[in-house]
Nanobody, 127 residues
Framework: QVQLVESGGGSVQTGASLRLSCAASGRSFSSYLMGWFRQAPGQEREFVAG????????RYADSVKGRFSISRDNAENTVYLQMNTLKPEDTAVYYC????????????????????WGQGTQVTVSS
């Protein structure tokens, strides 16, 4: 089992950058595929970015490709989401999630595949 705590959210202007962190406690962080999701008011939770267990493979939603970057530090049990050139449509609560699958090599884009979730951190981008 793993517990996840996000931090780094805030209120920024269009074009600014933020870096979200997700600290994991528990055992064997490096055995989890990790993902970032977000949920805006009145909308479903959506995939933002995911990373493989050793960090060698990443995938992104089209809406953030080229602006966001996911990374992980298995020694520090932390996954990051660097968000650049933020837009008002990026406003949402951002969640990190962990998938313990032993069969999947790459991160899933589906919320159902992730067993563990953090409490979320708010990101607000104003124009």
């Amino acid at each position: 089992q793993v517990q996840l705590v996000e931090s780094g959210g805030g209120s920024v202007q269009t074009g600014a950058s933020l870096r979200l962190s997700c600290a994991a406690s528990g055992r064997s962080f490096s055995s989890y595929l990790m993902g970032w999701f977000r949920q805006a008011p009145g909308q479903e939770r959506e995939f933002v970015a995911g990373i493989s267990k050793n960090g060698g493979y990443t995938r992104y939603a089209d809406s953030v490709k080229g602006r966001f970057s996911i990374s992980r530090d298995n020694a520090e049990n932390t996954v990051y989401l660097q968000m650049n050139t933020l837009k008002p449509e990026d406003t949402a609560v951002y969640y990190c999630a962990a998938d313990s699958s032993r069969s999947r090599v790459g991160p899933s884009t589906h919320t159902d595949e992730y067993e563990y979730w953090g409490q979320g951190t708010q990101v607000t981008v104003s124009s």
